[in-house]
C-alpha cells in the first residue's frame, strides 16, 4: 500500500491541494477585496492559497525523491490516449495564445512569436498523435513550444508588472514559468537528456498554479496547459541505475603484464 501510494503521489497532489488553492482564490477574489479593488492584507483566504503552495512545493519535492535511474523512451512515455488528449490541450493554448498576440500586434517581434504559437499548435498536434501511439517525434517541435512558451511569458510579464499588486499576477507568473520549464525538460527527453525528477517537478507544480490561476478568472491557456500537465507523465515506477558494464578489450592490470 505504501509503495503503491509513492506511484500516484505525484498528478494527485496536483488536484489534491490545487482544487482546494483554486477555491480559497475564488474565495479571496469574491470576498477579499475592498472599496478601491484592492486586495484586503492579511484576507484568510490569502494566507490559505499560500501555504497550501507551499505545502505543494514541500509534498511534491519529497514525493519525488525516490524517482532516480533511467530508462529508454518508450519506458518513459509509453502509448498513452489521456497523455494523447493532454498534448492536444497544450495545442489549444498554444494556439488561443498566439492569436491573442497576433490580435494585439504592435511589432515585428509580436508577429514572431504569435505566428510561433500557431506552428507550435500544429507541432503538438502532430506529438499528440505520437504519444498516441508510443512513438518519439522530433525533439525539435517540442523546442518550437517552449521557445514559444519562453517568448509568451516574456510578453505577458511587461503586462503584468504593470500591476499594483503581486497577487494580481503572481501565479500566472509562476504558472507560466513552470510550463516553460516542463516543456524544455521534455525537449532534452527527445536527445537523451531527460530528467525525470525536474520534469515532473516543473509539470505538477504547473498544474497545481494552474488551478490557482483559473480561480481568480477562466483563461483557456492555463486549462490547456493544465490539462497537458497532469496527464503527460513519465512513468512513475522507481528504476534502478545499473553499474557500468567491463568493456572485452578492457583487462585488469595484472592480466596486461
Not at 484568510?44 to 519529497?62: E, F, N, P, R, S
Amino acid at each position: 500500500m505504501k509503495k503503491r501510494l509513492k506511484l500516484i503521489a505525484p498528478p494527485w497532489l496536483a488536484l489534491g491541494l490545487g482544487v482546494p488553492a483554486m477555491g480559497s482564490m475564488i474565495l479571496l477574489v469574491t470576498t477579499g477585496l475592498d472599496d478601491r479593488n484592492l486586495f484586503i492584507p492579511g484576507h484568510y483566504a490569502g494566507i490559505l492559497v499560500w501555504l497550501l503552495t507551499a505545502a505543494m512545493a514541500v509534498l511534491l519535492a519529497l514525493s519525488l525523491n525516490r524517482l532516480g535511474g533511467r530508462a529508454k523512451y518508450s519506458r518513459m512515455f509509453p502509448a498513452s490516449t489521456p497523455a494523447a488528449i493532454g498534448i492536444l490541450g497544450a495545442a489549444g493554448a498554444c494556439l488561443w495564445s498566439g492569436l491573442q498576440i497576433l490580435q494585439d500586434n504592435a511589432g515585428l517581434m509580436e508577429i514572431f512569436c504569435g505566428a510561433l504559437g500557431l506552428v507550435s499548435a500544429v507541432g503538438l498536434v502532430y506529438l499528440a498523435w505520437c504519444r498516441f501511439r508510443g512513438l518519439r517525434g522530433s525533439f525539435l517541435l517540442w523546442a518550437c513550444a517552449a521557445v514559444f512558451l519562453m517568448l509568451r511569458l516574456m510578453f505577458s510579464y511587461r503586462i503584468w508588472s504593470a500591476q499594483p499588486e503581486l497577487l494580481r499576477y503572481c501565479f500566472p507568473l509562476l504558472a507560466s514559468v513552470c510550463v516553460t520549464l516542463g516543456c524544455y525538460y521534455r525537449t532534452a527527453f527527445g536527445v537523451g537528456l531527460g530528467d525525470r525528477r525536474m520534469y515532473l517537478l516543473f509539470t505538477q507544480m504547473g498544474a497545481f498554479l494552474c488551478l490557482v490561476t483559473l480561480g481568480s478568472g477562466f483563461d483557456v491557456f492555463y486549462a490547456g496547459m493544465l490539462l497537458w500537465c497532469v496527464t503527460d507523465l513519465t512513468s512513475l515506477r522507481p528504476m534502478k541505475t545499473g553499474r557500468r558494464e567491463r568493456m572485452p578489450q578492457e583487462k585488469k592490470p595484472e592480466e596486461a603484464q
